[in-house]
């Protein structure tokens, strides 16, 4: 903090902001751009790849995506591999996908099939390649690896995903912000992100600053810790409820991108069932995929329109409405498009994001010294056993005053 020695402050003194570039930047040849390019990383729902290509944007680069009539999953550089114009604007056949200027046909793989206006449909045409990226579907999303094929890791699966009862299913969701807000958020991926490590925020701002949003439990003060796992980081929060037992609450994230939280509005006890993605769009988007795994019988919902301000969604709230009970879309999309980390005052509350930063910054010294980072596996491997959920039990202190 800029000071006068008699103790005098003005805004004026502040040198000029600047946030760290590799928290933040995720172009290809950045830092952060090529550690986030060692995962798979979810673009789509599955259901929203039907007759069109549709466009995608993902660590700064345009894609498009399409599933050929065979049923193969594309997943192209935007720009056609002839004289560039938009494959947004190309058609889905059963081979793959035509481009709209000239008609070049490109499989899912990116081999040029047909060039209707070259002689013999284009002798030449096993010379070009559709630039493309390898594509995977799981959970009812698609996901693209974008880095280099030597080092693909495999696409890892978690268990609360993988058992089912006969009367559950899988369900994707790409609008999961906390307490709502449209699917994309105009903001850095990494300030959404360790938003997930900063458990302190929830009681004051989904519960004591603006209206209860999620469960009244979580109105109550928690004492938190925060731990490295194997794979990322884990908050437990401990709070201690009226009866006397103990409300525990347990979060992971494992790096570099994916967060498991069992969501606020249900304290029900049990593992987590919803595994999400954070996908950087750019460097000033992002946008949450989730997983779910909810009874057959649920009715389709979004969490997105879970009721947070006397019975409306974020949707539903007036911009009024939204300054008086802000939630998780103010908080972090008001940090600015990349919030500026020479301005911050971090505090002993911020521990969890601070070991998530340096876990982070740790994984990119790893592919820079040419070491595997935290959790890319190259071969299949069992599903990763989910640690979040929410468990009660009596507290300490009651177990000793019901001691005989
Ligand atoms: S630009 Fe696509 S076929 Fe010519
Ligand atoms: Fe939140």
Redesign the pocket.
């Known amino acids: 903090m800029v000071q006068h020695s008699d103790g005098r402050f003005s805004a004026y003194d502040l040198p000029p902001p600047s946030y760290d570039p590799l928290l933040t930047q995720v172009d290809k040849g950045t830092p952060a751009g090529e550690l986030l390019r060692r995962y798979w990383h979810p673009v789509l729902k599955a259901s929203e790849l039907d007759a069109e290509p549709r466009p995608v944007r993902a660590l700064g680069e345009d894609l498009v995506l399409f599933r050929s009539g065979h049923g193969e999953v594309g997943a192209f550089h935007a720009r056609?591999a002839?004289?560039?114009?938009d494959l947004r604007y190309g058609k889905v056949e059963p081979q793959g996908l035509r481009?709209c200027?000239?008609?070049?046909l490109f499989d899912a793989r990116g081999r040029c099939l047909e060039q209707p206006c070259e002689p013999d449909g284009g002798r030449l045409r096993d010379r070009v390649r559709q630039p493309s990226y390898p594509t995977r579907e799981l959970y009812g999303l698609i996901f693209i690896y974008m880095g280099p094929l030597d080092q693909m890791p495999a696409l890892p699966r978690y268990d609360v995903l993988e058992t089912l009862a006969p009367n559950q299913e899988i369900r994707a969701d790409d609008t999961s912000i906390g307490s709502g807000g449209p699917a994309i958020m105009p903001c850095n991926w990494f300030q959404a992100f360790e938003n997930v490590m900063d458990p302190y925020h929830v009681f004051v701002l989904h519960s004591t600053f603006s209206s209860v949003q999620f469960s009244e439990l979580l109105a109550v003060r928690p004492d938190i810790s925060f731990a490295k796992t194997p794979g990322g980081v884990a908050s437990t929060q401990v709070r201690r409820m009226r009866n006397g037992e103990d409300f525990v609450r347990v979060v992971e994230v494992l790096l570099p991108t994916v967060r498991i939280s069992p969501h606020p509005a249900f304290t029900t006890p049990g593992p987590c069932t919803n595994i999400s993605w954070y996908l950087p769009i750019d460097n000033t988007h992002t946008r949450i995929f989730t997983a779910l795994r909810v009874p057959k019988w649920l009715p389709k919902f979004k969490f997105s329109e879970i009721p947070v301000y006397e019975g409306k969604s974020w949707f539903d709230m007036t911009e009024e409405e939204r300054r008086r009970s802000p939630g998780d879309y103010e908080a972090q999309v008001g940090q600015g498009p990349v919030t500026f980390h020479s301005e911050e005052n971090l505090a002993t509350s911020d521990a969890g994001v601070a070991l998530l930063r340096r876990l982070f910054l740790a994984d990119l010294q790893r592919v820079r010294d040419g070491v595997a980072p935290t959790n890319v596996r190259l071969d299949d491997g069992p599903a990763y056993a989910v640690a979040a959920g929410h468990t009660f039990h009596p507290s300490a202190e009651t177990a000793r005053t019901q001691a005989p």
């Open positions: 056609c002839h004289r560039g114009a481009c200027y000239h008609g070049w």
